[in-house]
């Protein structure tokens, strides 16, 4: 049986966002989520996590140079200096940093394999982060 190693890169970006349901009203909104209800922005550490057996040839399990590129397309192209609640990833649910990793997830997830790709950590930050390991199977 092959031995997995686990490789783990990060990554920044900056984002806005806010905590509303627009079927609340004004007051609603304030009542639940209180400051979060306002336009606000972080500076958000993302971690991405793959495993996997180390390759003879290269003796990696990723090239880092490929899963920058793929972070760098797939992921902070869409997300970095946006605001959030526009992606149409957010159309139905709030985009807190346990949907975001989600969303991350999903975007990585095709291009790396489920089976490679082992957690997305993200940190809105330094003492608060989700970390996501995908849909169970």
Known sequence: MAELV??????????????WRRAWGVE?????FGPLAEVHGHTYALE?????????????VIDLVEMKTLVETEVLARLDHRY???????????????NVARLIW????????????????????PTFWVDYHGPIR
């Open 106 to 125: 999903r975007l990585l997830s095709p291009k790396l394999g489920e089976d490679r790709l082992w957690r997305v950590r993200l940190a809105e930050e």
């Open 48 to 60: 991405v996590t793959v495993r996997g057996p180390v390759d003879e040839a290269t003796g990696m």
């Open 84 to 98: 959030l609640n526009e992606d149409p990833a957010f159309s139905t649910e709030l985009p807190t940093t346990e």
């Open 6 to 19: 686990y490789v783990t890169k990060r990554f920044t970006f900056s984002a806005a966002h806010r905590y």
């Open 28 to 32: 609603e909104n304030r009542r639940r």
